[in-house]
């Protein structure tokens, strides 16, 4: 199981740094800039929520494979941008598929290092969306999580579900599977639907 989980946390890693070597294609940086960015997109949440549980180092900087899929992934987008720009929604897509797969993955790490049920659910959320924060605020846009359709909430909810398989004793590998479809369901619903939280209105508009 624990080769299984190392295989899934590489490929959230590899679609999410995708997603960020797809934001630098189209933002015009070099290629060491599109590899900063498909690392940042990576492997950020993921060494944010391993300091916050107390593991030391953070899986990302402790195994090399991490930074190597990531490296791939940019390399990939670099000079295959479009083909990759080509397909429905490219970053939209490979965000949403990393956001599932580290939602439930991190809910996962975090329960066993005995992490509360209901804080493991925010740090999973967290490993999910600190990647697309970070490369988003690297090439000076608003980030996503703060306004798109049920991004950081389809996060929870894949999260949740981890944690609440966790609390009723129900086998981690198919909770986390449903977690993560249920995430990126949510996603790709908001995205094609519109799907969307209430959107604070200044006076007067």
Same mark, same amino acid.
């Given at each position: ?9 590489? *490929?959230?890693?590899? @679609? ?87 939602? $439930? ?17 925010? *740090? ?13 605020? *690297? ?5 996503? @999580? ?14 949740? *579900? $981890? ?9 981690? $590998? ?32």
């Amino acid at each position: 199981m624990s080769l299984l989980l190392l295989l899934f946390d590489l *490929l959230g890693t590899f @679609v999410f740094a995708l997603s960020g070597g797809t934001v630098a294609v189209r933002h015009r940086l070099d290629l060491f800039g599109v590899l900063v960015l498909s690392c940042a997109a990576a492997v950020s949440g993921g060494i944010a929520r391993d300091v916050l549980i107390g593991a030391q180092p953070p899986a990302a900087l402790a195994d090399w494979r991490y930074l190597a899929v990531a490296m791939l992934a940019g390399v990939v987008t670099f000079y295959r941008h479009e083909a990759i720009e080509r397909m429905r929604n490219p970053v939209q897509l490979f965000d949403a598929a990393g956001l599932a797969l580290f939602a $439930v993955l991190g809910t996962g790490k975090a329960l066993d290092f005995g992490v509360p049920p209901f804080a493991a659910t925010l *740090l999973g959320m967290l490993s999910g969306i600190g990647g697309g924060i970070a490369r988003d605020l *690297l090439v000076a846009r608003t980030p996503v @999580v703060l306004q798109a359709e049920l991004y950081a909430v389809a996060a929870l909810a894949g999260a949740g *579900l $981890v944690a609440l398989a966790h609390i009723g004793g129900f086998p981690r $590998v198919p909770a986390m599977a449903a977690g993560a479809l249920v995430c990126f369901g949510l996603r790709f619903m908001a995205i094609r639907y519109g799907w969307h939280l209430p959107v604070a209105r200044p006076p007067g508009e």
